[in-house]
């Protein structure tokens, strides 16, 4: 039923779709450049992601792309902005933005240290995998497998990446940063019930500029980047940008020393700007990126076959491949744990001023290859040696009108979003070394997948002071789970020896998302505002490694109502700014990877919904310049979850009585009141001073940073070995430059105290294991701008 369901759905999606899709074509020579322009260095009061309110000070928005010049230097107007982004000032929403200077200075070189400088943000990734799962507010999906959707959608030059794994490896020549919390979708892209993270890279700009840069670190580590944009006509720009990333290895095999971790990625990017008149602009954008990188190697926490005792120290690790292991996957009996997945991708961007409205369309293809060999038992022993295949790519399609009508009062926006999804993955295992378990095991399965969204956002002012908010999203995602299999191998001669094909099942999500909101501008820089959200995820499947029929069945969509209150302000002609947000969030059915019990089978890792939690917290960010060349900054978030309807499969006691009675029973606990285990603390804080010329030519610029995490609890009510301990780090650097010149020598360190940490951990076998983070890096960088 739920697969015919599916079809239908499917039929009707793709009616709808050949609708749009010629609207899109018509249209699809008109650009969008210039509407959604990128955040520069000489304009950063625009938006992260410039689109849908420009800024008091930036240049009209279907002008932008065309205007953009010099964004390798920061320039100055007549009315100076202490702080860039001033559109959000007068949103709705706790939104952080971070600009390209932010993110040199702070070392972000992943998406993953992102996190530092963003309250209430976690971004981490799973058993050693190269895949980050993000949590915004507690709101988040573990995924291994990389075939559901995030709770936290990563948004690159406005295109939704509804794979997460497709976000590895993109972070150079970024312009800017936006994050905002809660269900989003109503203005552009995709809807959920986390939030979004949205990238900006810089955009080619009128007159030449070309730049590099290198940055070199303890234990080998070396960080290249390079870029070069300049006009071909006219109306015609281009750029072209590129990053590599060599060594950083700091961990090493317990047994001989050898180390692990050692970076080799390297990634393209190319851009075209063209104006062929002055209300269009197109722009085409090609990406490309290798990670050939050593795996993120774990220790052990705890080993329930009492192979090996806790790691003391927690950059060792240990890994030792089979030969017939390595011969049946394809690989040298050599490797070490390792990445080799490749991406690449083409976006084109249209937008056109049709004088009562603005037309934007956005179409994008991106395709990832992952093969991954992780050792998820960090030991010698061969019981969780994985390796993980993926082929996938996506089409994506969004329509979007806005304007302003009524006199100006009520601003619009109204479009659609379509995507197309076709992924397959393997996921191997070397259980050689388990007893009862002596064979290779491989798990496979195709997921096709497409979503259709419809959305529409109204803002009214009902006085100059006084707006109301609504919007309105409806997504029909239509996904099925095809040859789902299980496969055994003899270990000696490679022959099969199990077989066992699943039947097809499909999900269908067809649900409406909304929100309502009123801003009050209690005066020309400080606002109030509340709103209502509630936020849908669609629901998905269990690929990890699928042993019965009850597994492939798949979970359901998960949603959320979130309510939330704030203030936006700037005080001392723009030189304090203070925001803070207070939130309460109502989680239903939270897709969770837990435990099933399966009749005549026993207990199976799967997805499940968890009936209801909740999760509530505060915010407050404050930037301050109170003199020139002094720069301050801190922010504060802190949150707390609980779950109000969770029972919870007790694995042990359900083993227990099968082996006094003979007979599989479900026995839970619960867990209602339960704390959801979440960081309860972040903080972040920065302090940097320019000081006045130094011999008259040269500026000299100190900058310390810090930031702390609370501690994690991974399981509910878990102890030792499944609670990360919060940890506190600090970084600093000094560099100099000269007043007019365009270059800059910077020396830093991170981690000054060397403080030890856990980024993650997880349960894949025997093994409970472990993710270091990085011990103190001291590195010096050298840049040239021209």
């Given at each position: 039923?739920?697969?015919?369901?599916?079809?239908?759905?499917?039929?009707?999606?793709?009616?709808?779709?050949?609708?749009?899709?010629?609207?899109?074509?018509?249209?699809?020579?008109?650009?969008?450049?210039?509407?959604?322009?990128?955040?520069?260095?000489?304009?950063?009061?625009?938006r992260a992601i410039p689109s849908r309110h420009a800024d008091t000070h930036a240049a009209p928005v279907h002008h932008?792309?065309?205007?953009?010049?010099?964004?390798?230097?920061?320039?100055?107007?007549?009315?100076?902005?202490?702080?860039?982004?001033?559109?959000?000032?007068?949103?709705?929403?706790?939104?952080?933005?971070?600009?390209?200077?932010?993110?040199?200075?702070?070392?972000?070189?992943?998406?993953?240290?992102?996190?530092?400088?963003?309250?209430?943000?976690?971004?981490?990734?799973?058993?050693?995998?190269?895949?980050?799962?993000?949590?915004?507010?507690?709101?988040?999906?573990?995924?291994?497998?990389?075939?559901?959707?995030?709770?936290?959608?990563?948004?690159?030059?406005?295109?939704?990446?509804?794979?997460?794994?497709?976000?590895?490896?993109?972070?150079?020549?970024?312009?800017?940063?936006?994050?905002?919390?809660?269900?989003?979708?109503?203005?552009?892209?995709?809807?959920?019930?986390?939030?979004?993270?949205?990238?900006?890279?810089?955009?080619?700009?009128?007159?030449?500029?070309?730049?590099?840069?290198?940055?070199?670190?303890?234990?080998?580590?070396?960080?290249?980047?390079?870029?070069?944009?300049?006009?071909?006509?006219?109306?015609?720009?281009?750029?072209?940008?590129?990053?590599?990333?060599?060594?950083?290895?700091?961990?090493?095999?317990?047994?001989?020393?050898?180390?692990?971790?050692?970076?080799?990625?390297?990634?393209?990017?190319?851009?075209?700007?063209?104006?062929?008149?002055?209300?269009?602009?197109?722009?085409?954008?090609?990406?490309?990126?290798?990670?050939?990188?050593?795996?993120?190697?774990?220790?052990?926490?705890?080993?329930?076959?009492?192979?090996?005792?806790?790691?003391?120290?927690?950059?060792?690790?240990?890994?030792?491949?089979?030969?017939?292991?390595?011969?049946?996957?394809?690989?040298?009996?050599?490797?070490?744990?390792?990445?080799?997945?490749?991406?690449?991708?083409?976006?084109?961007?249209?937008?056109?001023?049709?004088?009562?409205?603005?037309?934007?369309?956005?179409?994008?293809?991106?395709?990832?290859?992952?093969?991954?060999?992780?050792?998820?038992?960090?030991?010698?022993?061969?019981?969780?040696?994985?390796?993980?295949?993926?082929?996938?790519?996506?089409?994506?399609?969004?329509?979007?009108?806005?304007?302003?009508?009524?006199?100006?009062?009520?601003?619009?926006?109204?479009?659609?979003?379509?995507?197309?999804?076709?992924?397959?993955?393997?996921?191997?295992?070397?259980?050689t070394d388990r007893a009862g378990k002596y064979y290779f095991q491989d798990s496979t399965h195709v997921q096709p997948?497409?979503?259709?969204?419809?959305?529409?956002?109204?803002?009214?002012?009902?006085?100059?002071?006084?707006?109301?908010?609504?919007?309105?999203?409806?997504?029909?995602?239509?996904?099925?789970?095809?040859?789902?299999?299980?496969?055994?191998?003899?270990?000696?001669?490679?022959?099969?020896?199990?077989?066992?094909?699943?039947?097809?099942?499909?999900?269908?999500?067809?649900?409406?998302?909304?929100?309502?909101?009123?801003?009050?501008?209690?005066?020309?820089?400080?606002?109030?505002?509340?709103?209502?959200?509630?936020?849908?995820?669609?629901?998905?499947?269990?690929?990890?490694?699928?042993?019965?029929?009850?597994?492939?069945?798949?979970?359901?969509?998960?949603?959320?109502?979130?309510?939330?209150?704030?203030?936006?302000?700037?005080?001392?002609?723009?030189?304090?700014?203070?925001?803070?947000?207070?939130?309460?969030?109502?989680?239903?059915?939270?897709?969770?990877?837990?435990?099933?019990?399966?009749?005549?089978?026993?207990?199976?890792?799967?997805?499940?919904?968890?009936?209801?939690?909740?999760?509530?917290?505060?915010?407050?960010?404050?930037?301050?310049?109170?003199?020139?060349?002094?720069?301050?900054?801190?922010?504060?978030?802190?949150?707390?979850?609980?779950?109000?309807?969770?029972?919870?499969?007790?694995?042990?006691?359900?083993?227990?009585?099968?082996?006094?009675?003979?007979?599989?029973?479900?026995?839970?606990?619960?867990?209602?009141?339960?704390?959801?285990?979440?960081?309860?603390?972040?903080?972040?804080?920065?302090?940097?001073?320019?000081?006045?010329?130094?011999?008259?030519?040269?500026?000299?610029?100190?900058?310390?940073?810090?930031?702390?995490?609370?501690?994690?609890?991974?399981?509910?009510?878990?102890?030792?070995?499944?609670?990360?301990?919060?940890?506190?780090?600090?970084?600093?650097?000094?560099?100099?430059?000269?007043?007019?010149?365009?270059?800059?020598?910077?020396?830093?360190?991170?981690?000054?105290?060397?403080?030890?940490?856990?980024?993650?951990?997880?349960?894949?076998?025997?093994?409970?294991?472990?993710?270091?983070?990085?011990?103190?890096?001291?590195?010096?960088?050298?840049?040239?701008?021209?």
């Open positions: 039923m739920i697969m015919v369901r599916a079809e239908r759905q499917g039929s009707v999606v793709r009616n709808a779709f050949r609708g749009f899709l010629m609207l899109s074509v018509c249209t699809g020579c008109l650009s969008m450049a210039g509407a959604y322009a990128a955040t520069s260095k000489n304009d950063k009061s625009r932008a792309a065309a205007k953009q010049d010099h964004p390798e230097v920061i320039s100055v107007t007549t009315k100076r902005r202490a702080f860039g982004f001033g559109a959000d000032q007068h949103r709705a929403g706790n939104i952080t933005n971070l600009t390209a200077e932010d993110l040199v200075t702070h070392h972000v070189t992943t998406v993953e240290d992102i996190q530092n400088l963003v309250p209430n943000l976690t971004i981490q990734t799973e058993g050693g995998s190269n895949v980050p799962d993000y949590y915004l507010r507690g709101i988040g999906m573990q995924d291994y497998t990389q075939n559901n959707m995030s709770s936290v959608m990563t948004y690159f030059d406005d295109v939704p990446y509804t794979i997460t794994a497709m976000s590895s490896g993109q972070m150079f020549d970024v312009a800017s940063v936006g994050v905002e919390p809660g269900p989003v979708g109503f203005e552009h892209g995709i809807a959920d019930t986390g939030g979004e993270v949205r990238i900006t890279t810089n955009d080619p700009t009128k007159t030449l500029h070309y730049g590099a840069s290198e940055d070199i670190a303890s234990y080998a580590r070396s960080k290249t980047n390079f870029y070069v944009s300049a006009p071909i006509t006219d109306r015609l720009q281009f750029r072209l940008a590129g990053q590599m990333l060599q060594g950083g290895a700091f961990r090493y095999n317990r047994v001989n020393g050898e180390s692990i971790g050692r970076a080799n990625e390297g990634a393209l990017r190319g851009k075209l700007a063209w104006q062929p008149d002055d209300k269009t602009n197109i722009k085409l954008t090609a990406n490309w990126s290798q990670d050939s990188s050593e795996a993120q190697a774990g220790f052990v926490l705890s080993d329930s076959n009492n192979i090996l005792p806790r790691d003391q120290d927690i950059y060792a690790t240990g890994w030792n491949l089979n030969p017939q292991y390595a011969k049946l996957l394809g690989i040298s009996p050599n490797s070490k744990p390792s990445y080799n997945d490749m991406q690449w991708g083409i976006n084109l961007n249209a937008d056109r001023d049709l004088g009562w409205a603005h037309l934007a369309t956005i179409s994008s293809f991106q395709q990832q290859q992952r093969h991954e060999y992780i050792d998820r038992d960090a030991e010698a022993y061969r019981s969780g040696d994985s390796y993980l295949t993926g082929s996938m790519n996506v089409f994506s399609q969004e329509v979007r009108l806005s304007g302003m009508a009524l006199h100006n009062r009520l601003e619009w926006v109204a479009g659609m979003y379509y995507n197309r999804v076709r992924a397959s993955g393997e996921n191997w295992f070397d259980y997948q497409q979503n259709f969204s419809q959305f529409v956002n109204l803002k009214y002012a009902l006085t100059p002071k006084l707006h109301l908010i609504f919007g309105l999203e409806h997504q029909s995602d239509d996904r099925q789970f095809l040859d789902d299999a299980v496969y055994r191998y003899n270990p000696v001669t490679l022959a099969k020896t199990y077989s066992q094909v699943f039947a097809n099942h499909g999900a269908l999500t067809n649900q409406f998302s909304g929100k309502v909101g009123i801003n009050y501008q209690v005066l020309q820089n400080a606002m109030l505002y509340a709103d209502i959200r509630r936020g849908v995820k669609p629901g998905g499947f269990t690929a990890n490694t699928t042993l019965t029929e009850q597994q492939a069945a798949g979970f359901k969509p998960e949603w959320l109502m979130a309510y939330e209150v704030g203030f936006k302000s700037e005080f001392f002609n723009h030189r304090l700014r203070i925001n803070g947000a207070a939130f309460w969030d109502s989680y239903h059915d939270q897709q969770y990877f837990s435990y099933i019990l399966v009749p005549g089978w026993g207990t199976v890792g799967s997805y499940v919904n968890v009936p209801r939690s909740h999760i509530f917290g505060t915010e407050l960010s404050i930037s301050a310049h109170p003199f020139r060349g002094l720069t301050l900054s801190q922010n504060v978030g802190y949150q707390r979850g609980t779950y109000d309807d969770f029972q919870v499969l007790n694995v042990q006691a359900v083993t227990a009585y099968y082996a006094k009675t003979g007979q599989y029973r479900s026995i839970t606990d619960s867990y209602n009141g339960a704390d959801m285990g979440i960081p309860k603390l972040t903080l972040n804080g920065s302090i940097s001073y320019e000081t006045k010329p130094v011999f008259r030519k040269y500026t000299v610029t100190l900058q310390g940073d810090y930031s702390y995490r609370g501690a994690q609890n991974t399981v509910p009510r878990g102890t030792g070995t499944y609670l990360l301990p919060a940890y506190f780090l600090m970084n600093g650097s000094v560099t100099f430059k000269p007043v007019k010149g365009r270059w800059a020598v910077t020396a830093y360190a991170t981690n000054i105290l060397n403080r030890d940490y856990i980024v993650s951990r997880t349960l894949a076998t025997t093994v409970n294991m472990g993710i270091s983070g990085q011990p103190r890096f001291v590195g010096g960088r050298f840049s040239y701008n021209f």
